[in-house]
């Protein structure tokens, strides 16, 4: 039918417009309680006494619990479900019971009939808190003095973890005519999808049964994560929903202590229980990102060829070890360090370090932007060191596009690309000469004008089962898909993958219409809802399309053979003597179209059973579950121009150019979408959001009074782009397109302002480039301008 | 202690006794069960909740259902006409608007009133308009080109496109 590759509006738009979506915080129940958590107020503490008389004496209340009491009625330690070599897993308790590790801690549960009242009670429960030492800083963990945060875990550090050619790095450095040393904090960010997470949950006496409602992007694995781990309730009595959920970015995909106490409750009241985060909830217990502490070296030659690369990272992992935390900064972070070039020499070494601070796991990008932050900021230097142009130096180290699949020094093999047409088509796009030459122009007249460029990879699309396995993983990252095809020909397709925002039910609707020739309209995308769906492991990694297309991809291929079995036997043909018509809906013999059978009256053949070959099952229903064979890797070139008002250090981002490689493209319309999203989340981390603490462990940025959120009138149009090398190793020939925009836009930004003050020599700040940094930045160097700046950090 | 409250909304009267903290907000949502209105914050940050008070967009998370005591709303459930979508929605549904579709609601309202006090509201209008709405999923470009894009939509051809859209 040829709807894959066009842009088709999307099918679930109309209940959104019109107020009607399906929100987890929607859901009401007669006889629901409403749920308040008391939470610490401290960012370390002891609990010597936890007092809920006067809460539960407030009319309204039906009960308050504590952790001890979810202990004693059973629930277990939220699990960590990447678990690398030697990693100290600390305890994770729904409620604390012993201490509080940081504020927004959960201490206590109020249940009440109505919220207003369950937040009241929250205000009566009175505990005693003994305040302790508290440790911020993922460097400064492991500082002689330095409090624990768990008795049990020496020196805050829960693992540390390497890759690369360690000897072939030294003999880069050796050898090298050019060194480039940087030290970088990639800021912690607060993912602030605008629905805050919520939890619902009924529970059935009678039967024994469980339904919970939760805002998360993989509700299969929630689902086994309580069965298993938390709740034990037997997993074909759970079911778990995430109905419409209102974005992710990575920040719904954990299991959360609200995920276990609301159905425990609602269990042991015996009535529906209801959780929803207020948004400055959210902002202390929401999984947060990146909040890394980098030494980065890079040995260069002379004419700019890379040849080495040395990297020490601490990453805070905050008070405990979120559900997939210790994949981020390990195998999604130094196995891309090669990024698009030919260096052999790469070392990479991390400390995930223990602090008294909101645990810290994937948002958006994930250890990828994290990377490429480091390795652009460095290529960017080291041009500026070198009196190279920012564009040739990083051609010059290319991988060329005849030696795919590369072999890269740390892990990856990379599926495929065209990085020279990439820059290409984006120096095209944005006229970089002229963008130059106009810089040089306008630093004549005195302006602050900065180009920066970045030429990103990605690896996404995870994963090979067994190869995530070998690095931690816990589960398989296969996904699941089915095409059941109604006796009247119409269509359901249940996916494993979750749409929070992606679009799924367009995607995958498109996909599955023209793999079997029907319309659009006859298929209908059914995800997150364990009671309909098989099992399957959810919204990730830009991993749906890649990986839940390809398994539906394989159910319709099934689809199809089982239906030219039909139609072979009912035309009297051999069957490979038949045609599948995928344009028009229809089965034929070779040379004889005009005695074609159409899909509905094969699918109608399939269920009456009453003329099928001899030995085949009736029915039309196909489930496949496909483990990939690869990551994909997409890859980017992105050209940002910038000025800075001297007067105030604002950044006006001004163009913002991006070409991208995400391989071929299902509906160019979501795909556009995505990178855009993405830009401005990344520019939002170069300019502007930050996750503060306070020395006592306070986090200043709770609410989005104080937290910088990107508004529109930041951004110019983005000029998009892109170029297609398609995925060898699927068989839609996609690869992940969710998170490239973010990867990519925070150091094309951060580069172009660096470019900027270069003529100051000011070298490098660190993100956020706020107005405030930059200006004192500038009132440092003064009218000095030879005088050598290296480097502020911090505030 | 509760008070009455007589409120309009989307053309019917609704008469309630509620308690005069309630968050009108909260009153849409929890007490006559419109839900479309969303909340994203606590602090009026996030313009998700906004409705039209009395023609006027306002967040209804920074009012009390006391007092919109006899006020006339609007919310995201009564902006379309007799089935048909309002041209500001059908903008969003045809230029890619909304991508998890929570602020969504906020953001169509807000336009409306963008729009009814700006007839010509060019790109850069449109993104100051939006000050007090933010999105986290589309780097706001389509939402932006939509609310553009509605005010290119003659009245006569509105109908028909809404009710093609609809089908």
Redesign the interface.
């Known amino acids: 039918m040829g709807y894959v590759g066009s842009s088709v509006k999307r099918v679930e738009d109309p209940r959104f417009i019109q107020g009607k979506g399906s929100y987890v915080g929607n859901i009401t129940m007669p006889g629901m309680v409403h749920l308040a958590i008391k939470r610490s107020p401290y960012g370390h503490a002891k609990i010597k006494k936890i007092n809920i008389k006067k809460a539960k004496a407030l009319a309204g209340v039906v009960a308050v619990f504590t952790g001890q009491d979810l202990l004693d009625g059973g629930c277990g330690p939220l699990p960590c479900g990447w678990n690398v070599p030697n990693i100290k897993t600390p305890i994770h308790y729904a409620l604390t019971v012993d201490k509080a590790r940081h504020v927004g801690d959960g201490v206590a549960v109020v249940v009440a009939e109505d919220p207003y009242i369950a937040a009241d009670a929250v205000e009566l429960i009175d505990v005693s808190y003994e305040p302790l030492d508290v440790v911020i800083d993922a460097r400064q963990t492991t500082d002689v003095g330095a409090v624990l945060v768990h008795d049990d875990i020496p020196e805050n550090t829960s693992y540390e973890w390497a890759l690369g050619d360690k000897p072939a790095c030294d003999k880069a450095f050796e050898e090298a005519d050019h060194i480039v040393e940087l030290d970088l904090t990639n800021q912690r960010l607060i993912p602030n999808a605008m629905e805050p997470r919520a939890c619902v949950a009924q529970w059935t006496d009678t039967t024994e049964e469980m339904i919970v409602w939760t805002t998360s992007q993989n509700p299969q694995p929630i689902r086994l994560l309580l069965s298993a781990f938390t709740l034990f309730i037997p997993e074909h009595r759970l079911r778990v929903i995430s109905p419409d959920v209102g974005g992710g970015f990575g920040s719904k995909i954990f299991h959360y202590p609200e995920e276990v106490i609301t159905p425990w409750v609602s269990r042991a009241v015996n009535r529906p229980a209801k959780w929803v985060a207020t948004r400055s909830e959210s902002s202390i217990t929401d999984s947060q990102g990146r909040d890394h502490v980098t030494v980065a070296r890079m040995a260069l030659k002379k004419d700019g060829e890379i040849t080495g690369l040395h990297v020490s990272t601490w990453a805070n992992m905050g008070a405990y070890i979120s559900t997939f935390a210790p994949l981020i900064p390990t195998a999604l972070y130094i196995t891309l360090f090669a990024g698009l070039y030919k260096m052999k020499g790469i070392w990479g070494e991390m400390w995930g370090t223990l602090t008294n601070t909101v645990p810290v796991d994937a948002y958006r990008g994930a250890g990828r932007p994290e990377a490429s932050y480091l390795l652009e900021r460095l290529v960017d230097v080291a041009a500026h060191e070198l009196g190279i142009d920012a564009v040739e130096i990083r051609a010059k180290n290319f991988i060329g596009k005849d030696e795919f699949p590369y072999q890269t020094p740390v892990v990856f093999q990379y599926d495929s690309g065209d990085y020279h047409a990439l820059f290409k088509k984006a120096t095209g796009l944005a006229n970089y000469a002229k963008m130059r030459a106009d810089q040089v122009d306008a630093r004549e007249s005195g302006r602050l004008v900065g180009v920066g460029v970045c030429g990103c990879i990605e690896a996404s699309g995870p994963a090979p089962s067994a190869v995530a396995g070998s690095l931690g993983a816990a589960v398989g990252l296969w996904e699941s898909g089915v095409v059941r095809v109604h006796p009247t020909g119409k269509v359901t397709v249940l996916t494993g993958s979750h749409s929070h925002g992606q679009g799924h039910e367009t995607t995958f609707a498109q996909v599955v219409a023209d793999e079997l020739g029907v319309p659009m309209t006859d298929v209908e995308v059914v995800h997150g809802d364990t009671g309909r769906i098989p099992f399957g492991m959810g919204t990730y990694g830009s991993r749906s399309a890649a990986v839940g297309g390809s398994a539906l991809v394989r159910s319709a291929e099934k689809i199809r053979a089982k239906i030219i079995k039909i139609a072979a036997h009912q035309l009297e043909a051999a069957e490979e003597d038949m045609v599948y018509d995928r344009a028009e809906g229809k089965v034929y013999v070779k040379g004889s179209p005009d005695k074609s059978k159409p899909f509905a009256e094969l699918a109608l053949a399939a269920y009456t059973a009453h003329n099928i070959p001899e030995g085949l099952e009736p029915g039309l229903e196909e489930i496949s579950f496909y483990d990939p064979a690869n990551f994909t890797f997409p890859n980017s070139a992105h050209i940002a121009r910038i000025e800075i008002d001297p007067e105030t250090g604002e950044v006006e981002l001004q163009r913002y150019v991006a070409v991208d490689d995400v391989g071929n493209v299902i509906n160019p319309m979501i795909v556009e979408g995505q990178i855009q999203g993405g830009i401005a989340q990344g520019v939002g981390q170069a300019l502007w959001e930050q996750g503060v603490y306070d020395e006592s462990g306070q986090l200043l940025t709770a609410s989005l009074m104080e937290y910088a959120m990107p508004r529109a009138a930041a951004f110019p149009k983005f000029e998009i782009g892109r170029i297609e090398t398609p995925s060898p190793h699927n068989p839609l020939g996609v690869k992940g397109a969710g998170e490239m925009g973010t990867i990519a836009s925070t150091v094309a930004v951060a580069n172009a302002v660096m470019d900027a003050l270069a003529p100051l020599n000011i070298r490098h700040l660190d993100m956020p480039l706020t107005p405030n940094k930059i200006w004192s930045a500038m009132q440092k160097v003064g009218n000095a301008k030879t005088a050598k700046v290296e480097y502020f950090g911090g505030e | 202690m509760t008070m009455p409250v007589s409120i309009t909304v989307n053309g019917s009267e609704t008469s309630q006794e509620v308690?005069p903290?309630?968050l009108l907000v909260h009153y849409l949502?929890?007490v006559i069960?419109?839900?479309?209105?969303?909340?994203?914050?606590?602090?009026s940050?996030?313009g998700?909740c906004t409705v039209l008070i009395d023609g006027l967009a306002v967040k209804s998370c920074t009012v009390l259902a006391v007092q919109a005591d006899g006020s006339d709303i609007v919310?995201?459930?009564g902006i379309?006409n007799n089935g048909e979508?309002h041209p500001i929605?059908q903008a969003?549904?045809?230029n890619?608007g909304?991508?998890?579709?929570?602020?969504?609601?906020g953001m169509?309202i807000t336009a409306t009133e963008i729009l009814r006090k700006n007839k010509k509201a060019t790109?850069?209008d449109?993104?100051?308009g939006?000050?007090g709405?933010?999105?986290?999923?589309?780097?706001?470009?389509?939402?932006?080109k939509s609310i553009v894009a509605a005010q290119s939509v003659a009245p006569a051809k509105k109908a028909r496109k809404a009710k093609k859209?609809?089908a």
């Open positions: 308690e903290r309630l949502r929890d069960g419109l839900t479309g209105t969303n909340v994203g914050c606590d602090t940050q996030c998700s919310t995201i459930e379309a979508l929605q969003f549904w045809d890619h909304l991508q998890c579709g929570f602020c969504t609601p169509i790109e850069q449109v993104r100051h939006l000050e709405n933010i999105c986290r999923c589309t780097g706001y470009e389509n939402i932006v859209g609809a």
